[in-house]
């Protein structure tokens, strides 16, 4: 009897079972081919991918370019771990993984730069992207790594430039704010300065002062020898003031030979007696060269806060400062004034506030014009004398010397207001015409040849052709052009004699002597007062007129 077949018990064909088989062999060959090109496409990667367990961090595989990239094995890199090819800080690199997973976890992507090391010793710098991901059915992390070294170089080269860039826009503004010919301070840092110093000044109740004054005259010095040589007058005026300032005063070229000398915490009365003995400073010093040398004045004007009224911001102590210096122009210059001292010479007439009356205001804006055409013409009468005296100067001062002795001896002769005002002109200008003349001839200390002479005697020709053309100064060319004629007839150039030469030609002519006599020239000392005057007095009737050499010898007594 044949067995019936268990109903439970599952029957397999020969067929089935080998069907099973092949599908077992195709998974595994899928598997195995899903592996290889998990591996191909891992190995081929451009950054190097470290793949970590996410309990210990260990390393469970590294692709090739993580191999070539810290220059290990990929059984090495297993062995040593991560935290082994780190550099420096980058050793903890274990506990900082940790807290990146932990962000990771809560998805938030984690990209951080690390100082990594190779075998051989070389940091560098890397850039880690942190994922998590399934590999191999576990969850990972992913170290996907970059090397950025070049591009942290190229950053650090940057941030060089940067600096340097930086260092060099500071030392660019700083020379914008700088005069680069005389190495001080511009009107343009003027504007910063000088607001910062009132503020500070008003915050802790100090004073502050500016100290403005410019170089009387300085046009001619220009004129007589050059700009060149006039720049070098410049530099070296700048040199001899921040010698004599304090270090924390600020010198300002205002413009041209105008300057400002800004002085923090310091009072009206301390900038006057600063200013004054800058002035004495400077009128004693001999600017030029080997060449020429040259004495120079300054009108200086002070302004001060808090003691001067009117003065609500930085500026107004500068605006102060020019008003006072037109004053000081006007007068003459070569002085210091405060507002102070042209209160009290105009009784509150000129003040530090501001007038809204309308007429005051035309009567002011005509009043400042008429100054300003008075000083232009006081400079072009006085401005030649002053620089090219310099070339034959007995002593500094010689010039207002024979001025007042010339003013004195006009008075004395009862010249009228005209006369006189002649007269004063051409003392001012009655030696312009040494500037033809030779430096080493003015200054030789032994006796002058037969040419040398000839050559000075032009002089006056040459003083009176220069200002001739001036329609101002035509009274005054016969005085200039004959100041050197006797009263015997044996002068020079034309040989007059007496009531022939111009009586203002005869009035320098004395002064002129009695100041070169009583001062040290290059080839004899100064002679006493008293022989001086016995010179004067035995030249009556020859050199010098008897009547002008009388009211001279009379004035002279009371002088000392």
């Known amino acids: 009897m044949k067995d019936e077949e268990d109903p439970g018990k599952e029957t397999v064909s020969p067929l089935t079972e080998n069907n099973n088989i092949e599908k077992s062999n195709d998974a595994d060959g899928a598997l195995a081919a899903s592996e290889a090109n ?50 420096g800080e980058a050793v903890n690199l274990k506990n900082d993984i940790q807290e990146r997973v932990n962000r990771v976890s809560r998805g938030e992507p984690q990209i951080f730069e690390w100082l990594a090391k190779d075998k051989a010793g070389r940091n560098f710098w890397a850039e880690i992207n942190l994922k998590r991901a399934v590999v191999g059915g576990k969850y990972r992390l992913l170290a996907i790594i970059r090397d ?21 826009n500071r ?9 680069p010919h005389t190495g001080l301070y511009n009107f343009r840092y003027l504007g910063e300065s000088v607001e910062a110093e009132f503020e500070k000044a008003r915050r802790q109740a100090s004073p502050v002062s500016a100290i403005m004054f410019d170089i009387d005259y300085f046009k001619s010095i220009n004129d007589v020898y050059g700009h060149q040589f ?25 413009g041209g030979e105008e300057f400002i000398i800004l002085s923090p915490g310091t009072s009206k009365a301390g900038a006057v007696l600063l200013a004054n003995r800058l002035l004495g400073k400077i009128n004693g010093y001999s600017f030029g060269s080997g060449e020429h040398k ?59 506030g ?43 001062g010689h010039t207002e010397k024979l001025l007042r002795s010339v003013s004195d001896l006009s008075g004395a002769l009862g010249l009228s207001d005209v006369q006189s005002e002649q007269v004063m002109k051409a003392a ?38 220069i200002i001739s053309p001036i329609q101002s100064m035509r009274d005054i060319v016969p005085i200039v052009l004959y100041h050197h004629e006797r009263w015997d007839g044996k002068g020079y150039p ?34 006493p007062r008293d022989k001086v005057l016995k010179i004067i007095k035995n030249g009556s009737g020859t050199c010098f007129d008897p009547k002008v050499t009388k009211a001279f010898i009379s004035v002279s007594k009371y002088k000392k």
Not at 230 to 254: E, S, T
Not at 304 to 318: F, R, T, V
Not at 346 to 352: E, K, L, V
Request: glycine letters at 6%.
């Open 354 to 396: 501001v007038d809204n009356d309308e007429v005051r205001y035309i009567k002011d804006k005509i009043e400042k014009q008429a100054r300003r055409s008075n000083q232009n013409l006081v400079q072009e009468m006085f401005a030649f004398a002053r620089t090219v005296g310099s070339k034959d100067r007995y002593e500094h």
């Open 171 to 179: 030392r660019l503004k700083h020379l914008s704010l700088l005069d």
């Open 494 to 527: 034309a040989g007059l004699k007496a009531e022939e030469i111009p009586l203002g030609a005869r009035i320098i002519s004395l002064v002129d002597a009695y100041h070169a006599l009583g001062s040290d020239r290059p080839y004899r000392k100064a002679y």
């Open 230 to 254: 006039g720049d070098l007058v410049l530099k070296q005026l700048a040199r001899q003031i921040k010698a004599i300032v304090r270090r924390y005063d600020i010198v300002i070229r205002f």
């Open 294 to 352: 040259v004495k120079i004045e300054m009108s200086m004007a002070v302004a001060s806060y808090p003691e001067d009224a009117g003065i609500i911001k930085g500026m107004d102590l500068i605006n102060i400062a020019d008003r006072v210096l037109n004053k000081v122009k006007e007068s003459g210059g070569n002085k210091v004034y405060s507002l102070d001292d042209i209160n009290r010479r105009a009784q509150g007439s000129f003040s530090g």
């Open 428 to 465: 001012a200008l009655y030696d312009l015409g040494k500037i033809g003349i030779s430096w080493k001839t003015l200054q030789k200390r032994s006796k002058l040849t037969r040419e040398e002479f000839n050559e000075v005697k032009k002089h006056p020709q040459i003083g009176a052709d």
């Open 38 to 87: 998990y591996r191909a496409i891992f190995d081929a990667a451009n950054d190097a991918i470290f793949i970590l367990d996410t309990e210990t961090f260990n390393v469970v595989d590294v692709n090739r370019k993580g191999c070539e990239m810290f220059c290990y094995s990929r059984n090495e890199i297993e062995c040593i771990g991560m935290e082994a090819l780190g550099a």
């Open 148 to 168: 950025i070294n070049e591009r942290k170089d190229a950053e650090r080269r940057l941030e060089a430039l940067n600096v340097e860039l930086s260092r060099s």
